[in-house]
């Protein structure tokens, strides 16, 4: 895959160009972790995931940037000018238009008309290409260009009624991409509910930091924050420095933020100063820490307690036992509310994400018996099934 990720690659290595290459990695590894290529694949594969008993789907397109901290470069994936369509048109040189901007606001649009009341679209801003990365580099605003993409993208969702995850990105852009989310947040949460969400990546030693200042903006200024929680997956490219010393650490900060949202108490808010409205997400394949978000939620459900609304989510390809347990826990009230999270776009477009997705199953081997002991299970009760009926 990291091969396969290199840019300039040849024909032989170029998925998008070789056919035979492309067919191996869509049968192998891109069905598995990725929604379709185009409009017509992706709407199936939603329906298949709704059949299968979800609240909804997350959906992404696949643009992306990846910083890379050891060799300091940025890896720009499928980050590639207007094409097709606009063949023959030059753009307007006095527009000073971005091509890359307006591919991924395409793009995005394009996901939101997939997209249902309920469902959920995620976005990584740095699709957009370099002079919204060069912008988040630099902790700034992107061009008012990105900006109006992103207040299109707003206004049509809650048309739609769908809500935005902004996606956790390299910690090299992340201080941007929070201060453009925190933007978004303060102009569109203003219903009582989180149209946006902005993502936390509790392995960093700086959030808890940065929540609690989100936290204090949402207070002030009276929005609600909408709080997506994830571990974070950047380990293989960004600086191990910003990062928990040991993933126990990681799994601590994890459970003290989704318990303390779900209490209403983290820090000084809920104690000495109001818990602002929060909507919260837990993006998450750890079975303990969704059980345990859950159960709490649960109970103080049941005990006419404060707590928050909250939304549990697992990739698509991943963790399917951890998706069918919480399913399995659904009550009258709809609870637990639990999703998948898939990606769409052209194979070269998807390969960051497919690296990443296969990074991060090296992770997965330490679930794996959790999850061979229940299949063993569940093929030892339909043997017993199948000779209880034959007898
Ligand atoms: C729906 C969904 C949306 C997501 N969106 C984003 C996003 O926007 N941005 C993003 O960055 N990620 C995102 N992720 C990925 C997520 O950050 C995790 O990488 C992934 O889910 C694995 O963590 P886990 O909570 O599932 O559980 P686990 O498998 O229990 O935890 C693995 C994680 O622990 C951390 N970890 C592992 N080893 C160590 C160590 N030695 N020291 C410190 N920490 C360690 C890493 O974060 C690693 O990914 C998303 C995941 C899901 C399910």
Redesign the pocket.
Known sequence: MSIFSKPNRGFLLNVDRNPILHGILKKTFYEQFCAGENGGETKATIKELKDMGFRGV?MTYAKETVFDHSTNMEQGLGVAALKSENKGQELDPSLARCANIEAWRKGTMETVEQLEDGDYL?VKLTGAGPTVTKAFSAGELPPQQMLDALDEMCTRCKERKVRI?V???SQHFQWGIHRVTLNLMRRYNRDGYALVYN?Y???LKSTFDTLSKHLAAAQEDGFTLGL?L??????ASDKRSL?????T???NA?NTIAQGALKQTIGEFGVSKPFPSTNLFL????RE?VMDAHQLHKQRLAAGLPTVPVGF???HG??DEVSFSLLALKGKDGTPEV?K?STWGGMGECLAYLL?RAI?NR??V??TSDEYNALKSEFRRRIRALFSLSA
């Open positions: 997350i995620a995850l996606d956790a990105e993502s990546q509790a392995y997506k994830v571990r974070g997956a950047y380990m990062i928990h010393d040991t993933k650490d990681t799994d994890y993006a998450s394949h750890n820490s989510a697992q990739l991943m963790s999703y999270c990443r991060e992770d997965a330490l679930r």
